[in-house]
């Protein structure tokens, strides 16, 4: 590297440091890092010994490998916020990647701090919420666009050995966006699939510009895309990520390969179909014949309605999958919405506000990329953005079809998009350098900032309102949560059972307040529900059997929400022949209009 090319190196280094020490303090000074939903909360519980009383590697959301390393971590320095910590890391680490390649494409120093601050301030402007309610699915996608970004900018001039050096980052970003939410990881590959095509097909079209005739033969336009050159660049990152990736899954599987996860597998599969697309049946006796098919009873029908599932011991995997093929009409009901409803919603969100400011930012990038191709006469574009559209909404209208479009899926696919787009214009931008074009050169690339700009300030108008609205919010009402543990830790030799729904709307603050002691209470149902850390934590209490350890009155009790309709506790020990009814014993803070109460179970049998 010639001492000129080092120190623009060191400049960039030096500027996107800059800006996402900047970034990161300004987050940090004006507002507290939460985790979005309790999701997360139970993760990091699993992983750092709140759940089990020492780190476990086991918090089956996550792939193994990357589980384990956090839960080491959590072993070697245990009152630290790891997980916080690892989900930060990746942001700041993104925003970093981002601007030192944003500086890279810039030739003068201020342009370079002009760049910065601009990302800077759609940063804020539009990733604020992302970035302060902390969501792994979110950051998995982060983390995915960021390696897309980062491996279409490289310079595909480079040697094979440089080339796939460069790109270890992306690599390496992939394989941890994989590990942290595979679904995610997989569902954002055909966008980066996408633009690897186009990768390639460029690093083509650049060898048909610089060697067009070799032994006296003229090569066309397939030998040279798939020239030694080329093969041995691209597809060895394929094959290295497609390694990388079934190492991690295989690894994943390995870990969970015993009798007890394998069978809990089953249920938590079967689990997320019911409850998440397929939708358990709300009224019992119109759905009587679908449900007492499988074997479910009224009074278990209402555990499975209000999600506190741990007290029946018959609600296993095998139940649930019953449930899911029957529910599922053999599979035939894999997609909620058929193909032309799909595609009518799909063109009303692409048109509408429903996820502003994203898709506003995925179309005026799709606007100015096609004005830019135009200007630099690259008629590649007449097949590269329709090949994008056509995937991006192939994807959509996936997930529509299915009926489930939490904003924590819609966001991370949207940024994606997004970044993919910008990555195309950036590199496309940079090509405006002849003297001819001293117009475009000068002006194309401030108004097509202008453009994402504008939008990024009619978002923050009100995103930053809202996100100061949200911590007040959550600062009180969390003052409820922490009440509730607070009690609980003053009654250590007690487990406690949480209602579900009275728990998810409250969140916990990352970095303040972190306590990795055992907690001892645990959720009624959810994801982790009759798993195998779920019976080491009820062992660690003398529980053997949560439906009569409760009945027979031992160190056990149901915590749910004031206004909580718990009849259906009496309901459940009815159809089992036991008449006992819920009694509250005390109120959390402790008055009358408490916001929790806590029960213990009275057997009315003489």
């Known amino acids: 590297m010639m001492p000129n090319q080092k120190g623009k190196q060191w400049v960039n280094i030096a500027v996107a440091l800059t800006g996402t020490i900047l970034v990161t303090v300004l987050l940090a000074f004006f507002f507290d890092s939460y985790y979005d939903i309790n999701d997360d909360v139970l993760m990091k519980d699993i992983l750092s010994g709140v759940y089990l009383g020492e780190p476990s590697a086991y918090n089956i959301q996550m792939l193994y490998p990357l589980s384990a390393a956090l839960a080491g971590l959590y072993s070697l320095a245990p009152h630290l916020p790891w997980y916080g910590l690892f989900l930060q890391a990746c942001h700041v680490l993104c925003c970093y990647l981002l601007l030192v390649r944003l500086c890279k494409m810039a030739d003068r120093v201020w342009k370079k701090l002009v760049l910065t601050v601009f990302c800077i301030g759609l940063i804020i402007s539009v990733l604020l919420w992302q970035l302060i309610y902390v969501q792994y699915t979110v950051t998995s996608g982060l983390l995915m666009a960021t390696a897309a970004f980062w491996f279409y900018t490289t310079d595909s001039e480079l040697s094979v050995k440089q080339f796939i050096g460069k790109n270890i980052v992306s690599l390496v970003l992939m394989v941890l966006a994989f590990c942290l939410r595979s679904e995610m990881g997989l569902l954002l590959l055909p966008l980066f699939a996408v633009l690897g095509i186009m990768k390639w097909y460029d690093a083509a079209s650049i060898m048909e510009k610089s060697i067009k005739v070799i032994d006296g033969k003229k090569r066309s336009h397939v030998s040279r895309f798939f020239s030694q050159e080329n093969l041995l660049k691209y597809l060895t990152l394929i094959c290295t990520a497609g390694v990388m990736f079934l190492m991690a ?254 728990t998810v709307e409250y969140s916990e603050m990352m970095f303040k307040g972190v306590d990795n002691s055992l907690a001892n209470y645990t959720y009624a149902g959810g994801w982790a529900c009759k798993s195998p850390i779920e019976e080491e934590k009820l062992a660690l209490f003398g529980i053997e059997n949560v439906e009569k350890d409760y009945l027979l009155g031992k160190n056990i009790f149901f915590i749910a929400k004031a206004d909580s309709d718990v009849r259906w506790i009496s309901d459940y020990y009815a159809s089992k022949g036991t008449k006992a009814a819920p009694v509250r014993i005390d109120t959390i803070p402790f008055s009358e209009e408490g916001a929790f109460v806590v029960y213990r179970l009275l057997n009315l049998e003489p």
């Open 249 to 502: 899954y295989f690894g994943n599987k390995l870990a969970y390969g015993s009798k007890g996860w394998t069978e809990f597998t089953t249920l938590f599969d079967s689990r997320t179909e019911v409850y998440d697309f397929l939708g358990l049946p709300q009224d019992y006796e119109t759905s009587a014949e679908v449900l007492e098919t499988v074997g479910i009873s009224k009074a278990q029908h209402e555990l499975l309605l209000n999600y506190n599932y741990i007290f029946d011991e018959q609600i296993n995997a095998d139940l649930l999958e019953r449930l899911e093929i029957i529910l599922g009409d053999d599979g035939n009901r894999y997609y909620k919405k058929g193909l032309w409803e799909s595609l009518r919603e799909y063109i009303y969100r692409a048109s509408h506000m429903e996820d502003a400011p994203f898709v506003y930012l995925v179309w005026v990038c799709y606007g100015c990329l096609i004005i830019t191709s135009v200007m630099i006469k690259n008629r590649t574009y007449l097949w590269k953005i329709p090949l994008l559209i056509a995937t991006r909404s192939a994807l959509w209208v996936f997930l529509i079809s299915r009926g489930r479009m939490p904003a924590r899926i819609t966001v991370p696919l949207l940024i994606m998009e997004f970044v993919v787009l910008l990555a195309l214009l950036v590199v496309e931008i940079a090509k405006l350098k002849d003297k001819e074009r001293w117009l475009y050169r000068r002006f194309w690339a401030a108004t097509v900032m202008a453009f994402i700009g504008l939008i990024g300030i009619g978002s923050a108008r009100t995103l930053i309102y809202e996100v100061n609205d949200e911590q007040t919010r959550r600062e009180e009402e969390n003052a409820e949560w922490q009440a509730m543990q607070e009690y609980c830790k003053e009654h250590s030799d007690n487990l406690y059972l949480l209602d579900i729904y009275s």
